[in-house]
């Protein structure tokens, strides 16, 4: 007796026919509602598809911090204060590493330099945060960067 050879395709159409047409396009239409409701729940202006996922800058723990201060400190952001803010956060002075990072920052196009002429004719650089620089604060948030490492407050006794 020989047996009848059935084609993979057909052996599923007869185990699991295909649901009626209208019946997909609800199920369809049922997920992509759900899909709709928890994007609305995360900040997705940050992801890309493309490279590692993120449209927005990475920054270093330092970059993060600079960044972050000059946001806090808006048209008053220059060298000094930049530094005593992080400096403050970090514990340390950090006159030595903060001028760098922020022409690393500036060549990056997060941030860019303003001069302006004083009263006495002397000129002084502000630093202003670019578009990009204000996406990379948020990237870094999203990623759960801290002003203050969690180690430094154990050291300090700010654990909770």
């Keep these: ?19 009626p047409e209208h019946e ?3 199920a369809c239409d049922r997920v992509w509602m759900k899909l709709q409701e928890e994007l609305k729940k995360v900040d997705t202006s940050l ?4 490279g590692d996922g ?4 990475a920054t270093t723990q ?9 946001s806090n400190l808006d048209e008053a952001a220059n060298l000094h204060t ?12 950090m006159i030595a590493t903060v001028p760098s ?3 690393d920052l500036e060549k990056r196009k997060l941030v860019k330099v303003r001069k302006v002429r004083s009263s006495e004719g002397k000129y002084q650089s502000f630093f ?7 996406r990379a604060i948020r990237r870094a948030h999203a990623e759960n960067k801290q002003l203050v490492p969690a180690q430094d407050r154990l050291v300090r006794g700010e654990a909770q």
């Design 1 to 19: 007796m020989k047996r009848e050879r059935i084609r993979v395709k057909d052996f599923l159409d007869q185990a699991w026919p295909s649901p």
């Design 24 to 26: 997909v396009e609800a």
């Design 47 to 50: 992801w890309s598809l493309e």
């Design 54 to 57: 993120w449209s927005a800058p």
């Design 62 to 70: 330092l970059e993060f911090q600079i960044l972050s201060a000059m």
């Design 82 to 93: 930049i530094n005593r803010m992080v400096s403050d956060w970090v514990g340390h002075n």
């Design 101 to 103: 990072a922020l022409d």
């Design 128 to 134: 202003d945060l670019m578009k990009d620089g204000d």
